[in-house]
């Protein structure tokens, strides 16, 4: 057996967490592979709706495994929070949730740590979520960082000695903090994750692969938010591309099988960081409005703009991606004109392959394509799709050369279509 993938192509909020919901049944198995709680996955069904920022989106499938893997940094106050909201509208996870020993705690100092660094930057900062992400995963990658199988040893001294080192750093920035309150909560939440299945998770997946079971991983953020690959250094902190499943679980190369890649029908970004097809007039209002696009964790603001086809058909390569899924077609339902962004003009030059940077001044070259101002909220199948948006889809295909599989026309899990399908 081997590992499908699910991830996102853009700058994140694509729409993952209800497209796992979807696929989940013909899975046993779904696994977070990296990110922390800063990647809030939004699902609605029977007019409920669920955010979940740790925990896999396939906890709603009854009897489902799901497993936080190693990549992930976990925050055991923002956790315990968000399963006992779940526990409270009936979905008892301490049956169907494993966590690696080998995932990265996020300390309290890491969040006094991550405020102490935005301050420090000034105009410059990088726009983060402020739950202590970045901080950890630096620990990680120095050798310093303290990790949920630290339970079962000498855990106290572990802890005390990275919060000495995050201390001395504090003082030397001159932040004021007070841990006090952060800390006891922080302390009370490890009592409670002590409650779930604390696994060696690279064992535990590909012992699930020998018998024969179907795993889904399911990524956070989106390509373009890879700190190796994406729109640098306004990234998060891990690798949201499909490699980082190989590293966030455990799993061979060899053993990934296909890789889905969720994208919107327009673009958004959170926070700070270049955005060439970002609109400042009224039609970036408009989808930002009909999208409802805020944050799911932080309710900021999201930043619209058209569809961005180089930055997508770049993720598309580095992802191998083999099934595309587009999300959000409906919000552009009253629209007479589509944008597409098919190059960028960098310094008089028009250039079709994603740069080293877009920092400086990027102007997107569009297509126009004719709108379809159907509202397709209430399609049940393909064939009720208009002539216009069979049209639009036919040329993402095209530019992106891979089948569109999946396409939403709105929030509900029902309000998924399916193409392709065989008869």
Known sequence: MKVDVLLGLQWGDEGKGKVVDVLTPKYDVVARFQGGPNAGHTLEFKGEKYVLRSIPSGIFQGGKINVIGNGVVLDPVLFKEEAEALAASGHDITKQLYISKKAHLILPTHRILDAAYEA???????????????????????RNGVRVGDLLRDFDSIYSAAKARHEAILKSLNYDYDITELEAKWFDALNYLKQFKLIDSEHFINNLLKDGKNVLAEGAQGTMLDVDFGSYPFVTSSNTICAGCCTGLGVAPRNIGEVYGIFKAYCTRVGSGPFPTELFDEVGDKIGQLGHEFGAVTGRKRRCGWIDLVALKYAVTINGVSQLIMMKSDVLDTFETIKACVAYKINGEEVTEFPYSIDGEVEPVYVELPGWQTDMTKMLSEDEFPEEFN??????????????????????REQTIVRYTEE
């Open 120 to 142: 420090a930057k000034g105009a410059g900062k990088i726009g983060t979520t402020g739950k202590g992400i970045g901080p950890t995963y630096t620990d990680k990658i120095s």
């Open 391 to 412: 049209a639009y889809l036919t040329f993402l295909e095209e530019e992106l050369g891979v089948p569109i599989k999946i396409v939403s026309v709105g929030p509900d």
